[in-house]
């Protein structure tokens, strides 16, 4: 069985400052694991993706995120934050199964 | 490349009553999967489909079906409609290493 858990269901930060949206997972099986996000009325859009290539992982907009097999973590990071950013995040895992999906956490940027 | 689409984009529905859902994957995308997304439950699996056959089914009543057709689009269904179907429904299509998502149907049901 798979499962995600997303800390925090909402995060602040000012804009220019480093965002940090935390993710663990439980896999059987090796995972496959995703960060997407979602605007208002919008479906969800893949950030980025870790299939077993390497670690660390960079997607669009400036997002990164490390994969940490001891810690079970891919923890979604962007250096400087935009007020564009603001939405919600979801981190998903699959291992040859559908996607299981985390909570979510809605980021907030303050100007 | 056109993305996933989905139509409707907004329905309100009574009790009681059936609906349909229609999904058009990307272009050579073979399988096709359904969420659904309320406040309370968060993101959850319906079924996937993969040249027309059902290949992963979720947790759900059987009031929820799917089908595809030879296109690869592909259709939900939800009979005797209950308050607590309203949600946002979202269609993925893709690979298990990548899904692209479709904007969603919101269902309302009163």
């Known amino acids: 069985a798979q499962s995600v858990t997303q800390l925090g269901s909402h995060v602040s930060v000012s804009e220019g400052a480093l965002v940090l949206l935390r993710c663990n997972y439980s896999s059987s099986v090796p995972p496959y694991l995703f960060w997407y996000v979602q605007y208002p009325n919008q479906g969800l859009q893949l950030l980025l993706k870790?299939?077993?290539?390497?670690?660390l992982v960079k997607g669009i907009n400036g997002f990164e995120a490390e994969f940490k097999k001891s810690e079970t973590s891919f923890h979604l990071t962007k250096p400087s934050a935009h007020m564009s950013d603001a939405a919600e995040y979801f981190c998903?895992?699959?291992?040859?199964?559908?996607?299981?999906f985390g909570k979510g956490t809605r980021l907030s940027v303050i100007a | 490349k056109a993305g996933v689409t989905q139509t409707p984009r907004y329905l309100i529905k009574t009790r009681g009553q059936q609906v349909t859902l229609s999904c058009s994957p990307i272009s050579g995308h073979r399988s096709v999967s359904w969420y659904q997304q309320t406040p309370g439950q968060g993101l959850q699996f319906l079924f996937e489909y993969f040249s027309e056959t059902q290949r992963n089914k979720g947790n759900f009543p059987g009031r929820f079906s799917g089908r595809q057709f030879s296109n690869s689009r592909s259709e939900m269904n939800v009979s005797t409609l209950e308050l607590g179907d309203s949600a946002l429904y979202l269609c993925?299509?893709?690979?298990?290493?990548?899904?692209?998502f479709g904007p969603g149907t919101r269902l309302l049901v009163l």
């Open positions: 870790y299939t077993s290539a390497a670690t």
């Open positions: 998903a895992v699959s291992g040859n199964t559908p996607l299981v």
């Open positions: 993925a299509s893709g690979t298990v290493e990548t899904q692209y």
